[in-house]
């Protein structure tokens, strides 16, 4: 199990999809929510080296900064943390290009899983609607910009970090509040996934915030995830 205090807040569970896949999560609910006073819905997407079955590797990477007391008592969101199965991906693409076809890339068995889970959620506890986001690195960077795209009009906001998507569907989510984050020097995802999706997004009219990391490689969850700035951004937005 962890050994981060904070990981004792979150309870543990297993959701099953309609095709029988299992999906280990962790959830964190402020004590707050309730009816009359709804709470956001974050869902954190972690990277293709937290992949398993042990539902507590995913909470690495500084996963965990979302559920800190100081951003939560500003804006209370519930935080789920999937763990995408051994060998599979939030996105079947090839990371390596920094970008793929939606068009001629079907969801995935575990993000069509999460689809499932973010829905039960919404039905199972006091979750505002508006308030729906996401948040991913590497493999969940690509999976943040995949969903935000195949359900344009749930989100309320996007932090990815060096991940890569489709820019051709940029115009879609020109509204989103985005955030991106890319190290110049990442070796594991080309830059240019970044880059890619953001200047598509100005060019369809778009104001998405993108922060690019002079000499720093793939660990770019260490210059976002830690900066409370950032936290409080993605949990503060609205639709």
């Not at 569970?13 to 029988?20: E, M, P, Q, S, W």
């Not at 299992?22 to 402020?30: E, G, I």
Request: glycine share 10%; aromatic share 8%; net charge neutral.
């Amino acid at each position: 199990m962890s050994s981060d205090p904070r990981a004792a807040n979150l309870r543990t569970a297993v959701f099953t999809a309609k095709d029988g896949l299992a999906l280990p999560y962790r959830l964190f609910v402020p004590p707050s929510c309730s009816p009359d006073k709804p709470c956001g819905l974050l869902l954190f997407l972690h990277g293709a080296g937290e992949r398993g079955a042990d539902n507590h590797v995913q909470l690495k990477n500084d996963a965990l900064a979302f559920v800190e007391p100081g951003p939560q008592a500003e804006s209370p969101t519930i935080v789920v943390y999937p763990q995408c199965p051994e060998a599979m991906q939030w996105v079947k693409a090839d990371w390596k290009k920094g970008s793929y076809s939606l068009t001629n890339t079907p969801v995935s068995q575990p993000m069509a899983a999460v689809l499932e889970l973010l829905a039960w959620l919404g039905a199972s506890y006091a979750v505002d609607p508006a308030r729906i986001l996401v948040t991913g690195l590497s493999m969940g960077g690509y999976g943040t910009w995949d969903i935000v795209v195949r359900q344009p009009t749930t989100f309320a906001g996007a932090l990815a970090l060096c991940g890569g998507g489709d820019p051709s569907q940029a115009a879609t989510i020109r509204d989103l509040p985005v955030w991106a984050f890319h190290g110049d020097r990442d070796e594991a995802v080309p830059v240019r996934g970044s880059r890619q999706m953001i200047a598509a997004l100005r060019e369809a009219g778009g104001s998405p915030r993108y922060t690019e990391a002079a000499g720093h490689g793939h660990d770019i969850w260490t210059a976002a995830y830690r900066d409370p700035a950032v936290v409080r951004w993605l949990l503060s937005q609205r639709r």
